[in-house]
């Protein structure tokens, strides 16, 4: 089966930075869209960053210039490149995938979800 596990996530200090990864495993044909979703305490659900298999990408207005979303298609792993972090930015963090597996199947996929906090 398919799994995506996520890594990086941890306590910042306001202006720090993190890198969070989040490599897929299993028995994988494609990998499409591969996106990072975040949820604070008490606030909705919120796609933060997306990119395509050719690598194009879109972020949420919070996040422009700050946040970097890339992609490496061989190791089959996102990742999030956080900049100058702030505390509105403290939320758990999920990556998410469309993948068609050997078997055929095509659904999306989510990672465990990793903590970032960022305070003083």
């Known amino acids: 089966q398919v799994q995506l596990v996520e890594s990086g996530g941890g306590l910042v200090q306001p202006g720090g930075s993190l890198r969070l990864s989040c490599a897929a495993s299993?028995?994988?044909?494609?990998?499409?869209?591969m996106n990072w979703y975040r949820q604070a305490p008490g606030k909705q659900h919120e796609l933060v960053a997306s990119?395509?298999?050719?690598?194009?990408?879109n972020y949420v207005d919070s996040v422009k210039g700050r946040f970097t979303i890339s992609r490496d298609n061989a190791k089959n792993t996102v990742y999030l490149q956080m900049n100058t972090l702030k505390p509105e930015d403290t939320a758990v963090y999920y990556c998410?995938?469309?993948?068609?597996?050997?078997?055929?199947?095509?659904?999306?996929?989510w990672g465990q979800g990793t903590q970032v906090t960022v305070s003083s």
């Open positions: 998410n995938a469309t993948i068609l597996s050997q078997l055929g199947h095509m659904r999306p996929y």
């Open positions: 299993g028995r994988i044909r494609i990998i499409g869209d």
């Open positions: 990119i395509t298999r050719g690598g194009s990408t």
